[in-house]
């Protein structure tokens, strides 16, 4: 990475607290830092050193004063489904096959379209700055809208182009689907915020020629391959009753097992499976919220992570979760972990902090630099008001991270050095446009229900 | 209940959406209304109904608008440690006895006094109200000063005197603490806001002679009886290891499961089990994130409710939390009964507001009428302002309530018809008093477990 110099320099952040999650410190980042300055040059981080030493170097730059606040990496949110915020609650606390059978299926076949994206996808982002994740991942159809809409708003992006083999409103077949991943790479090449990534969407749905495709494909690319593998008991029962083999099994016969692969979810996973995953470098992409609420199982966390397995947290879709908090899913991660685990001491609090930040870095392409404050990573960052009784008294920072309640208490949000959250007010972006529409697309989806209710 | 009178009529609130969960209206008051009035008199409600009606029945009260706010009952929070908050953060990610025995127990003995639970209390206290909690149970030491501040902070309590066989800082034996109880029920008697019950701390802290004496006094008190039972298998089989049977069987035998009867965590039931306490009407305190963060198992919720058994929600002490959000608790419950159950449509969003609310109302004394917005009930009611992203669109207000992020979206809270919270800001308590006393304790708890290591 090429660093910035000293004379570029051109904002100074002084927080009460400082988390760098720098994995090259002693302690991995994880010790509260008082008193020190976090210097940004354009996009980059260029120094962090002492406030006092700060003054002198800098004098022409006037500090921003981060008042009882703790300065981080802003979140990376590695699963989701951005479009389908406008379904937030519209079928919930149903089995899972009537939710996407009789709600999602059609909800989506009458009503996804590039505008439902567009509107959706904002609505999404709109959310997740306010809570301090400058990153986030994309499975959706329309990806071209969904880098479109991340770009303007300022917001860093894995968009993982859908790839099905059956006709779905992006694309009529799957080889439609891989010609316009490939003019989407040539599109967003010089795309600093937008990173491409191929997304087959699960074993049972995209086939072993679609799959061969895209790792010859990917053999040029070197492109990250986001899947949803082993969600359910059942997808794994379902493909060893058909195919004769479980879908991870599968997948390393095709090669596609390899350090740019993401497994989200992952609830059903032999310890053979394990050793594999870790040998291949395959990294997992844990959505706790998802996998309870629709009842998947419970992932793995622990046995993962002692076998070296590199995870990172999802929100997935807001229609599966409700809500597009990381915070939440770090508090999820580490309080299930203890259960599924018996064992009070797993997954602690350090940990899922670094899954929301460090590993979620490494879930982007190599050049993204982001998910630690270091000099020359990527200027993302995000800053938490501490200032509530809920926060009081304040023994460990990081418990009070992951285990209360922080999605509010985000203050400002950078991303690339230019400030997306000034004070917990999003900036350039009006919130009642954003209401109203997602009020209009209520009023649509509720009626093509009720006329659908009608008619049967 | 003596209803209030029309004339006695002080104020009138006109929300956007009111869900009144009364158990008598058809829907159990599930459903959110529009366009109606809530009418308080004194410290009850007086009338609920259309607010055209309400400006022509009341023209002498200006009505308060409560614009984007869904205005509900108050949050009942029926398990926890209010004192303990102090303890916040102070020693997480531990296994269970090395939590206890190197952290908590140490820190109790030598901190814990009249002025810890005080200030405890008063902190914990100023978090729930502001996230819209009107009601709140404790057990912990020196229960008559939460009952002082409970009262002089205007938060309904329901103070389980703490009964353990072993001196500890409130009582030297269990006759002691038995009449304390004895005493501050009389000092008590005239406090509306103040439910005194029984808190036997557990099977294994407290033996029969005591638990016999409870009884026996309770048969003229009729009070609550609130204890932890079955946290762990460890002490269910410690139990049946020693004393030759599980603790439930052992409660039983000694007459005190009844309706008067609430147990706490209940991570283990058998079938039989869960029938009993369906026989005898005893009620389940669900306390979800502390289960999950001492990995002390799954409470079968969704095996009880179909039993019948009444269930209501705790979120446990701060440090095994770590926050007071009930909010966040009803997530966990509703989340975690579907993956425990393996059913996406166990404990539906609906029933576990019903746990936070009309359930929880049920655990006070009978007199109190609290949990439902009705004629004649308790005015403690509480606002949320949904103005924000991640509540929109609002297909379903009671998928946002149990699935959203809601802690931070309360704006209004009254109990007993006082207004305690005002868009967001506490009335009548000085947060930066807190805070200062907040950071003294953590000072104080610091500087003596570091005295401790430097001894060791």
Redesign the interface.
């Known amino acids: 990475m090429p660093e910035p110099s000293t004379s570029q320099a051109d904002q100074l952040l002084f927080p009460q607290w400082l988390l760098t999650l720098d994995t090259q410190a002693p302690d991995q980042g994880l010790e509260p830092l008082e008193g020190q300055a976090v210097v940004l040059a354009g996009s980059q981080i260029l120094d962090i050193l002492p406030q006092t030493q700060a003054r002198v170097a800098y004098p022409h730059l006037q500090p921003q004063i981060l008042d009882q606040q703790l300065l981080l990496p802003g979140l990376h949110n590695l699963h989701g489904h951005a479009g389908m915020t406008?379904?937030?609650?519209?079928a919930?606390?149903?089995?899972?096959m009537t939710?996407l059978e009789e709600h999602i299926w059609p909800a989506e076949g009458q009503h996804v379209s590039e505008a439902f994206v567009r509107d959706g996808t904002r609505?999404a982002i709109?959310?997740m700055l306010?809570?301090g994740t400058s990153c986030f991942s994309d499975m959706y159809f329309f990806p071209e809208v969904v880098a479109e809409v991340a770009e303007e708003l300022g917001i860093r992006a894995l968009i993982c182009a859908p790839i099905i083999d059956f006709p779905n409103p992006w694309s009529a077949n799957p080889d439609e689907a891989l010609d316009k991943t490939r003019q989407l790479h040539q599109q967003l090449q010089d795309k600093p915020l937008i990173h491409l990534a191929f997304g087959p969407h699960a074993p049972y749905t995209v086939g072993d020629e679609t799959l061969n495709k895209i790792r010859e494909l990917n053999q040029k690319l070197g492109l990250k391959v986001q899947m949803h593998v082993h969600e359910t008991a059942f997808e794994v029962e379902d493909a060893e009753n058909h195919q004769g083999k479980r879908p991870l099994a599968r997948l390393d016969e095709l090669g596609l097992l390899d350090s740019n692969f993401q497994a989200v979810h992952l609830t059903q996973a032999t310890a053979e499976e394990i050793q594999l995953l870790a040998q291949r470098g395959v990294q997992v992409i844990h959505c706790p919220?998802s996998?309870?609420?629709?009842?998947?199982?419970?992932c793995p966390v622990e046995a993962l992570r002692q076998a070296g397995v590199s995870l990172c947290l999802g929100t997935d879709g807001a229609a599966s979760?409700?809500?597009?908090?990381l915070w939440?899913e770090m508090?999820?991660a580490a309080?299930?972990a203890?259960?599924v685990?018996?064992?009070?001491?797993?997954l602690?609090?350090t940990a899922a902090l670094q899954l929301a930040t460090v590993e979620g870095g490494k879930a982007l392409a190599q050049e993204a630099y982001t998910g630690q404050l270091r000099r020359g990573f990527a200027a993302d960052l995000c800053s938490l008001k501490l200032?509530?009784?809920?926060c009081?008294?304040?023994?460990?920072i990081s418990?009070?991270l992951v285990?209360?309640?922080m999605?509010?208490k985000v203050h400002h949000v950078w991303v690339t050095g230019q400030q997306r959250v000034t004070a917990g007010q999003l900036q350039g972006m009006d919130?009642k446009t954003?209401?109203d529409q997602?009020?209009s697309?209520?009023q649509r989806?509720?009626d093509s229900f009720q006329s659908q209710d009608a008619k049967a």
């Open positions: 406008l379904f937030r609650g519209m919930d606390d149903l089995p899972l939710w609505l709109a959310e306010l809570n919220q996998n309870l609420k629709l009842a998947s199982g419970f979760n409700n809500d597009l908090d939440a508090q999820t309080l299930l203890k259960a685990h018996q064992d009070a001491a797993a602690p609090a200032d509530t009784p809920d009081w008294p304040l023994h460990q418990s009070q285990y209360g309640r999605g509010d919130l954003l209401q997602a009020a697309w209520r989806l509720q």
